[in-house]
């Protein structure tokens, strides 16, 4: 079966830090990788998505970056934090379904807190 | 502008009683899925509708597509403490292709006990 592993869950580092947070996902080959962010109690903002290794969309111009060394493997990156990259961080992975659209399994989530 | 609208924001109600939370757009989709969010916890997905005008059920959920794939509906029946969490809508807009999930904004529910 599928798993997708998310750390850590909670993260809170002084504005001007860098950052990485990882993911990783087991018992699938090639899967479609995301990174949302969510504000507190509300709907998902998609920051990145991949199709493939090193093959990287960015839907947000922002202070993140992402990366995707291996096939099952993403990172959430930045140089700086700033106080508003605060939020709760959601990794996905996805199956592609043809007229079902996407079905994303979540990981767990980072709760990053930037002070 | 904001794809998927969803409503009301937030809702609380007793155990026992029903309620319908709503998820529209202006835009034509594919397909649209269902997601509940516990706190501190990643989405799972419940359900996803293709066809304009399908009704599923999920024990004491039903969902309803619009006849013009613009819109749906979350029915709960008799809620129980257990049903509390955030929905979510999700689509794959037809203009952006690709593997693009959007969300909506969720509906957050509450059942007393």
């Known amino acids: 079966s599928q798993t997708i592993h998310q750390w850590p869950a909670t993260l809170v580092q002084p504005v001007g830090s860098p950052l990485s947070l990882e993911c990783t996902v087991e018992g699938t080959s090639n899967p479609n990788l995301y990174w949302y962010r969510q504000a507190a109690g509300r709907g998902l903002q998609l920051l990145f998505y991949?199709?493939?290794?090193?093959?990287i969309s960015s839907e947000v111009p922002q202070n993140l970056s992402a990366s995707r060394p291996q096939d099952r493997q993403f990172i959430l990156s930045s140089k700086k934090l700033l106080l508003s990259d605060s939020g709760f961080y959601l990794c996905?992975?996805?199956?592609?379904?043809?007229?079902?659209?996407?079905?994303?399994?979540f990981g767990s989530g980072t709760q990053l807190s930037v002070l | 502008t904001q794809l998927l609208e969803q409503s009301p924001q937030f809702l609380s109600i007793q155990e026992g009683e029903n309620l319908t939370v709503y998820c529209n757009s202006s835009s034509v989709f594919s397909s649209l899925q269902w997601y509940r969010q516990e706190p501190g916890e990643g989405p799972v997905l419940l359900v996803t509708v293709v066809t304009g005008g399908e009704v599923k059920k999920l024990k004491r959920l039903t969902f309803q597509f619009g006849d013009a794939r613009k819109d749906s509906s979350l029915h709960i029946t008799a809620a129980q403490t257990g049903d509390t969490g955030l929905y979510l809508c999700a689509v794959t807009p037809y203009q952006t292709g690709a593997n693009n999930l959007f969300f909506g904004t969720g509906t957050r529910l509450t059942v007393i006990p």
């Open positions: 991949s199709v493939g290794i090193g093959q």
């Open positions: 996905a992975w996805s199956v592609r379904r043809g007229l079902a659209g996407e079905k994303l399994f």
